[in-house]
């Protein structure tokens, strides 16, 4: 079964600096698509990031980037010049079948705090 | 588009009363999902359709649970009988198969917050 870990529950970190939150995964797939979620305290939730594992590039969406290391099953999110408007809770999550059936496990999640 | 809608956003209700909730997924998504959210936690998978057909139920989803999308667009979940521990944000989430970039992409409602006294 396909499992998903973030061992971060809680983070902080000061407007205008980065922070990194850590997600590991589990999965017997060669090629899947994973994903960080935002869920700001309003409760919707919201794709921030798409990585697809047979990609070797590390996907980035303007001040978000991943640092995806498939060997080690890892699926970091980094997040650069942090604002307020980025403190949610975060969620990595994994397609079950990687790719062609979306039914996601997430994580525990991370909630981040922003401080100005 | 305008999104996933979902109505209520929340919803108080006595112990052993039936309740239902709506969903209306983006238009033209082919898949629609189910979550339970309880506090603090990530969601987790109740059952999914594609169109009309309902493919897989969670463990989670017990006899007094159904899920319907009747013509493959809206889909409504009814909880019968709740229970106090039936108290969670349930979220929907719809994606499509179609299209390289929003290929398996699951977009979410805002949810509904159920209350049961």
């Known amino acids: 079964a396909q499992t998903v870990t973030q061992s971060q529950p809680e983070m902080s970190v000061q407007e205008a600096e980065t922070v990194t939150l850590s997600c590991t995964y589990d999965?017997?797939?060669?090629?899947?698509?994973l994903f960080w979620y935002k869920q700001p305290p309003s409760r919707q939730m919201i794709l921030v990031i798409r990585q697809e594992a047979y990609k070797q590039q590390n996907a980035t969406e303007n001040r978000f980037s991943v640092n995806f290391q498939k060997a080690a099953k890892s699926f970091s999110l980094k997040i650069s010049d942090s604002q307020l408007g980025d403190a949610a809770m975060y969620f990595c999550?994994?397609?079950?079948?990687?790719?062609?059936?979306?039914?996601?496990?997430f994580g525990q999640g991370t909630i981040l705090t922003v401080h100005p | 588009d305008t999104g996933v809608s979902q109505d209520p956003r929340h919803k108080i209700t006595k112990r052993g009363q039936n309740v239902t909730f709506r969903c209306d997924p983006i238009s033209e998504h082919n898949r629609l999902y189910w979550y339970r959210q309880t506090l603090g936690q990530g969601p987790e998978f109740l059952t999914y359709?594609?169109?009309?057909?309902?493919?897989?139920k969670s463990r989670l989803l017990s006899d007094r649970f159904s899920a319907e999308r009747p013509k493959g667009s809206f889909s409504t979940l009814e909880i019968q009988r709740t229970e106090q521990g039936d108290s969670a944000m349930y979220l929907c989430?719809?994606?499509?198969?179609?299209?390289?970039?929003?290929?398996?992409?699951?977009?979410f409602g805002a949810g509904t917050r159920l209350s049961v006294l």
């Open positions: 359709f594609q169109n009309e057909a309902q493919l897989e």
């Open positions: 999965t017997s797939e060669s090629d899947y698509y």
């Open positions: 989430a719809s994606s499509s198969n179609q299209g390289a970039q929003a290929k398996n992409i699951q977009y």
């Open positions: 999550a994994y397609p079950r079948g990687g790719t062609s059936y979306g039914k996601l496990t």
